[in-house]
């Protein structure tokens, strides 16, 4: 018999997208909530009033007081072999990746060194609250081994795949069309859906991969239904014009991975800023995903993510919050949703706390198509959970004695907050990390 387990706190989860219906409509929040967890999985949740009759006399009750509880948070586009290079002075896009990535992943050939990076990442990523992420490996198909078993070690849902490179870049992160698909589809075999685990196609970007790689990644994509396609869309204007060099042919940048057949559900793609309208209606229509990405894209000055765009109610695009991690200068969520807020003030566009907390929590778990698993907090969904500390500094906790809602208390947090915020982090229905 599964052991139950049981917390009691303030809750809060979604229950539909603020962008698309009335926000004060889309979320259901519990003062003093019950979650019970049997078997890695939430099996009640309600008022504590209505549920503490059903607990058997034996179940561990954990009680977070000035708290709140929320779904783990989910990071929809990170890379996991850039935690060495956080914070590295870059000028843009192109020159960072030359002076910084290329080189650091260099090292991840290694298994041992690989596997001691995904550790740090994980426990980083756990820290911040964050209970799944989509993260982009090497080249190498040891980097995607190294990081599958460190978080079969945490039981974490996450999704991963080695690079795909065999162009315009170093010759030690090259591989070719045909090692890259042997590999891919061995990595594949092996990973896919073992545990909690699950297996992203991972073309870096239009210009590393000649047409016949992305011809043959298509054709991988096409023979493993149930796999993800990840990569990078409309980051920076200079790497726009190199791609409208490479692929004359294309109508624009979302054209060039429409051509290949790399467009569709469980497809995400990073950043996708400067977009024109045709590209957001086929994203819209084939269901493609996006990764905002707003410390990355302000460290690398490559532009500002339009949300009003993004979520127009006759085209809408699945879009997920992400920390892109190393141009990202933070594991935290809370840190994205900081910069998120003040990229949409830029635009004439306020992005309140129900927006920004939704794209981490269920609007992320939908644009990776897994709002049947994570991303709520109801019965029958995997238990990661965040206890997110209302009070974590001296400020904050000043702050709140003047705070009137619990959007205003989630505002606050996401303006004022990091991962000192974080008080506890459930996976699978485990204790996986606790500030002490």
Request: overall charge negative.
């Amino acid at each position: 018999m599964n052991k139950i387990t049981a917390i009691r706190s303030a809750a809060l989860t979604f229950v539909a997208d603020p962008f698309l219906t009335d926000p004060q409509k889309s979320y259901r929040y519990e003062s003093d909530a019950l979650i019970i967890m049997e078997g890695g999985k939430i099996k009640s949740f309600g008022s504590y009033a209505d549920l503490k009759n059903t607990l058997p006399e034996n179940a561990e009750i954990k009680t977070y007081k000035d708290s709140v509880v929320l779904p783990g948070f989910i990071d929809t586009h990170i890379h996991y072999p850039q935690t060495q290079i956080i914070g590295a002075y870059g000028k843009q896009l192109i020159d960072w990746l030359n002076n910084y990535t290329f080189i650091a992943e260099q090292q991840f050939a290694n298994f041992d060194y690989a596997k001691s990076v995904a550790r740090v990442f994980l426990q980083e990523s756990l820290k911040a609250g964050t209970t799944t992420m989509m993260t982009y490996c090497t080249v190498h198909p040891e980097s995607v081994d190294a990081f599958f078993e460190a978080a079969e070690e945490r039981k974490m849902r996450v999704i991963a795949g080695k690079v795909l490179m065999d162009r315009n870049a170093p010759p030690d992160l090259m591989d070719t069309a045909k090692s890259g698909y042997d590999q891919s589809k061995t990595l594949i075999k092996k990973w896919h859906g073992k545990g909690r685990a699950q297996y992203a196609i991972t073309p870096r970007f239009a210009p590393t991969s000649t047409h016949e790689q992305l011809v043959a990644t298509g054709q991988l994509w096409k023979e493993h239904p149930g796999t993800y396609m990840q990569s990078h869309l409309s980051e920076n204007a200079g790497e726009i014009e190199w791609v409208k060099s490479l692929f004359p042919q294309a109508k624009d940048y979302t054209d060039v991975y429409d051509q290949y057949g790399l467009l569709g559900k469980r497809a995400v793609y990073g950043h996708g800023i400067h977009l024109s309208e045709r590209e957001w209606q086929r994203l819209s229509e084939t269901d493609t995903s996006l990764s905002h990405c707003p410390t990355s894209n302000e460290f690398l000055g490559s532009g500002l993510f339009q949300f009003e765009n993004a979520k127009k109610k006759e085209r809408p695009v699945r879009v997920g919050l992400a920390t892109d991690v190393g141009a990202g200068t933070s594991f935290s969520q809370l840190q994205s949703m900081n910069e998120s807020y003040k990229i949409a003030q830029l635009q004439g566009y306020a992005l309140s706390s129900v927006h920004a907390f939704y794209l981490a929590t269920r609007g992320a778990a939908q644009a990776l198509d897994l709002e049947d698993k994570i991303g709520t907090i109801a019965p029958g969904m995997e238990a990661d959970l965040l206890v997110l500390n209302l009070k974590s500094t001296p400020l904050i906790e000043f702050r709140m004695n003047h705070c009137r809602s619990i959007e205003e208390a989630l505002f606050i947090q996401m303006i004022m907050g990091d991962d000192r915020a974080t008080k506890a982090v459930y996976v699978n229905g485990e204790l996986a990390f606790e500030r002490k």
